[in-house]
């Protein structure tokens, strides 16, 4: 976690009111009881408290909460249970991969069931077993209850990812969202990273425009929104990196939530392409243009991305188009030409459309030929000259008589 997280952290918690608010907290020691020690391998006992909440007005929703404190020893490793029971009604089943351990002392808080709280005296029962290695299990009394406002990420679509499509062909794109919710009645400093880092999973995808990252404060009620824009690069199915969101909780620790897995299923897009020559005439003067239109049609069964056009030709080719973004199936794309030359002859005029992609896929289009001809003075033109000389020469004669 960088410095720059817990800066920001501190500057919230010096906010009233910006993160989580204890309403009522109370530990076991303060209620009287004293440290509960199991020692010895496969041992077990059981600590029982009454505590009653009272009526605390604020404003939101109001989360109670047990706070569970345990050494362990000699080792923090191996077997050890731990249950949890409200009011008669089994809660929790722990192990040692629950707890976050700070030197000798483990905590796991416990969200308290609303459904099982009675409005008087409640009980809480803790439960220890040892193992075999895991021979000595402290419940400290600095064990507590308590009623906070919190941030809360647990329902199961609080931090969910979607894809606007998960069934691509390849060079196709699409989007992903990804939808951060606290419903609880506090703040909280939320990081939303990657289980792998996403721009280099295996160079299965781009990520072409977004952002796929978040770092910031997430208020209560809030819902933050991130979307990226993805490439597949491969036909394959691919998963895409499990995104996780860290945030503080009430008791300064770190959580981590992660959100569900998205899949996409690329495959080979079918490449038939067809293209041709659109001319209404074939033949010209030197130095005048032929305009004609390079038609180019998807037949197949899938859109294709990221088309590039290049003519080819003896006469000079104008082309005012040279990439196609996108062509869907059944679509005939139009892009205009103009052909000229300046040398009398006859011509062929083609083309080559590349796929651009990992590999390079290439189609050609159907070949189609011009004819340029020197001018000709036609019969018309040496006529009228001829008419203009003689009435030059009858001018004369007229002048001089």
Request: net charge negative; aromatic share 10%.
């Amino acid at each position: 976690m960088n410095k720059w997280f817990f800066l920001i952290l501190l500057a919230f918690l010096v906010m009233p009111g910006a993160f989580s608010e204890t309403l009522f907290e109370r530990s076991f020691g303060e209620m009287g009881y004293e440290a509960m020690l199991v020692e010895g391998p496969q041992k077990s006992q059981c600590q029982k408290i009454s505590f009653v909440f009272p009526e605390v007005g604020a404003e939101g929703e109001k989360y109670e909460i047990a706070s569970i404190g345990l050494e362990f020893g000699p080792v923090a490793e191996g077997k050890a249970d731990v249950n949890v029971s409200l009011n008669g009604t089994l809660i929790a089943e722990l192990g040692l991969e629950d707890f976050k351990c700070t030197g000798q002392k483990c905590w796991e808080r416990l969200l308290l069931p609303k459904e099982l709280l009675e409005n008087g005296e409640n009980s809480l029962k803790t439960c220890l077993k040892t193992g075999n290695s895991i021979t000595s299990m402290k419940l400290l009394n600095g064990s507590k209850v308590g009623i906070y406002k919190i941030a809360d990420f647990s329902a199961e679509d609080a931090f969910k990812i979607e894809a606007e499509k998960t069934r691509l062909v390849r060079g196709e794109k699409t989007r992903i969202n990804i939808l951060l919710h606290n419903q609880g009645s506090g703040s909280a400093l939320a990081r939303i990273e990657y289980a792998r880092p996403i721009a280099e999973d295996k160079n299965a995808f781009w990520i072409v425009e977004g952002d796929a990252y978040f770092d910031g404060i997430v208020e209560p009620g809030q819902t933050v929104e991130i979307s990226y824009v993805v490439k597949p690069r491969f036909s394959t199915q691919m998963t895409l990196p499990p995104a996780i969101v860290y945030y503080e909780n009430e008791f300064g620790e770190t959580e981590q939530k992660f959100g569900n897995l998205v899949v996409l299923r690329v495959r080979e897009p079918e490449r038939k392409i067809e293209a041709f020559i659109v001319k209404k005439e074939g033949q010209a003067f030197i130095g005048q243009n032929l305009e004609m239109q390079l038609a180019v049609k998807n037949v197949g069964n899938d859109p294709l991305y990221e088309l590039s056009i290049e003519t080819d030709g003896i006469p000079s080719i104008s082309q005012g188009v040279t990439e196609i973004a996108e062509l869907g199936p059944k679509e005939t794309v139009y892009l205009p030409l103009a052909v000229s030359s300046q040398e009398a002859g006859k011509f062929s005029v083609g083309c080559t459309i590349t796929y651009h992609d990992l590999d390079l896929s290439e189609a050609s289009c159907k070949k189609s030929f011009v004819e340029f001809k020197e001018q000709e003075v036609s019969y018309t033109l040496y006529l009228a000259l001829a008419f203009v000389a003689i009435a030059g020469l009858v001018y004369v004669y007229l002048m001089k008589g």
